[in-house]
């Protein structure tokens, strides 16, 4: 995956805008970050994912999911998205987008998908 790759499957998302965060590019919801790209140009910094889930994350996938000691404190896991395929990263990032966008626009998403 690429990082257009992941702005392609979120921008289909109702209040999900481009953006930038640290100087990288980044996807927000309602001018929170969604998730962005770290420096190293391959991974995906995803916030939003609580430290139990994230280490469950790392230990089952290493080679894609990891988290430095920066991150260490935060609900935050980094995406090797050179490693990770569409299926494993869309729905940390569905999941983390329902939290950050309005009930309105999660409840209208949720019924056009059922069409």
């Not at 998302?13 to 100087?23: A, F, K, L, M």
């Not at 929170?32 to 420096?39: P, V």
């Not at 994230?54 to 935060?74: G, I």
Request: include cysteine.
């Amino acid at each position: 995956m690429t990082f257009d790759d992941v702005r392609h499957i979120a921008l289909a998302w109702p209040e999900v805008e481009d953006g930038s965060s640290y100087g990288a590019p980044a996807l927000k919801v309602r001018k929170k970050m969604l998730a962005r790209l770290k420096e190293d140009g391959d991974s995906l910094v995803m916030p939003g994912v609580p430290p139990d889930e994230r280490d469950m994350l790392v230990e089952s996938q290493p080679k894609v999911f990891y988290f430095t000691d920066h991150y260490r404190d935060y609900p935050t896991v980094l995406i090797r998205l050179s490693k990770a395929k569409a299926g494993v990263v869309e729905p940390l990032l569905r999941c983390h987008w329902r939290a950050l966008a309005s009930k309105k626009a999660v409840k209208d998403f949720d019924a056009f998908a059922r069409l």
